[in-house]
T-cell receptor
Framework: GAGVSQTPSNKVTEKGKYVELRCDPI?????LYWYRQSLGQGPEFLIY????????DSGLPNDRFFAVRPEGSVSTLKIQRTERGDSAMYLC?????????????FGPGTRLTVL | RKEVEQDPGPFNVPEGATVAFNCTYS??????FFWYRQDCRKEPKLLMS???SGNEDGRFTAQLNRASQYISLLIRDSKLSDSATYLC????????????FGRGTSLIVHP
């Protein structure tokens, strides 16, 4: 079956611009996570959705970052006034229920470069 | 102190060797543990869950030591295709079960 998909695969933007990153989870998965991964580091949690609601957004670094999941499936991560420090791989993962032993399935990521 | 710590390596081993990685976690309440594999410029993929009793999947064995708060991954008879970064993950017992990833350990298997 189809896995998690993310678009675009690469995004190059200029400092100060607005970007949107899209995640399409595995069908039927209620839990959706966004992570950011810098070179040589592990994925760093940003936000977790359970259905349509953001159950935990404690990882968002500041108010320039926002995410939505209006219909409980596709999610969009939005970054305003991008900064060079936002350059990273943005990973999305989904899991069936969000429970503690659930397996998370990752998408291929969006590599964001802010010039 | 990071919540999940791993030696970044790289661990450079010949084919056929046995190699072990450890990972320590700081939250003693963590309940679920996993090892993920990540190839260069690819997404992480689940390698195996780590159970209290230890578990084995072919050439891979995972162990959990709650008293010392570490998990381990043992790879026997290393293959060239095992070259990757191995990420350790710990999840808390409740709330949103948000996983914490280590920075990963790089393994290079050479002929």
């Amino acid at each position: 079956g189809a896995g998690v998909s993310q678009t675009p695969s690469n995004k190059v933007t200029e400092k100060g611009k607005y970007v949107e990153l899209r995640c399409d989870p595995i069908s039927g998965h209620t839990a959706l996570y966004w992570y950011r991964q810098s070179l040589g580091q592990g994925p760093e949690f940003l936000i977790y959705f359970q259905g349509t609601g953001a159950a935990d957004d404690s990882g968002l670094p500041n108010d320039r970052f926002f995410a939505v999941r209006p219909e409980g499936s596709v999610s969009t991560l939005k970054i305003q006034r991008t900064e060079r420090g936002d350059s990273a791989m943005y990973l999305c993962a989904s899991s069936p229920t969000g429970g503690g032993t659930d397996t998370q399935y990752f998408g291929p990521g969006t590599r964001l470069t802010v010039l | 102190r990071k919540e999940v710590e791993q030696d970044p390596g790289p661990f450079n081993v010949p084919e056929g060797a046995t190699v072990a990685f450890n990972c320590t976690y700081s939250n003693s309440a963590s309940q679920s543990f996993f090892w993920y594999r990540q190839d260069c410029r690819k997404e992480p993929k689940l390698l195996m869950s780590v159970y209290s009793s230890g578990n084995e999947d072919g050439r891979f064995t995972a162990q959990l030591n709650r008293a010392s708060q570490y998990i381990s991954l043992l790879i026997r008879d290393s293959k060239l295709s095992d070259s990757a970064t191995y990420l350790c993950v710990a999840r808390p017992p409740g709330g949103s079960y948000i996983p914490t990833f280590g920075r990963g350990t790089s393994l290079i298997v050479h002929p």
